[in-house]
């Protein structure tokens, strides 16, 4: 079983920046894929970045590539999401999960609670 916890969410104005931090307890951290999925109001949840059990894959969404960066610190069992350039467009509670599959799907076995982040023009 693996427990996770968002933070870092908060408003920023356009062209600003956040770092989203997940932190995962239990053992066996560095086993799982991690991902980061975002769902805006009104909208269906879709996947943002995901990175491999010890971080030398990763994977973005066309929507996000060259402004997000997704990244993990095994030792402290959490993984990062940097996120610059924002636009008001990644306005939406963002989710991280852990899972065996280093994947875009949502086939993840265990997800936080969701961070909120809102970009205002």
């Known amino acids: 079983q693996v427990q996770l916890v968002e933070s870092g969410g908060g408003s920023v104005q356009a062209g600003g920046s956040l770092r989203l931090s997940c932190a995962a307890s239990?053992?066996?951290?560095?086993?799982?894929?991690m991902g980061w999925f975002r769902q805006a109001p009104g909208k269906e949840r879709e996947f943002v970045a995901a990175i491999s059990w010890k971080g030398a894959y990763t994977n973005y969404a066309d929507s996000v590539k060259g402004r997000f960066t997704i990244s993990r610190d095994n030792a402290k069992n959490t993984v990062y999401l940097q996120m610059n350039s924002l636009k008001p467009e990644d306005t939406a509670v963002y989710y991280c999960?852990?899972?065996?599959?280093?994947?875009?799907?949502?086939?993840?076995?265990?997800w936080g609670q969701g961070t909120q982040v809102t970009v205002s023009s």
């Open positions: 239990g053992r066996a951290f560095s086993s799982y894929a």
């Open positions: 999960a852990a899972g065996n599959r280093f994947t875009y799907r949502s086939e993840y076995d265990y």
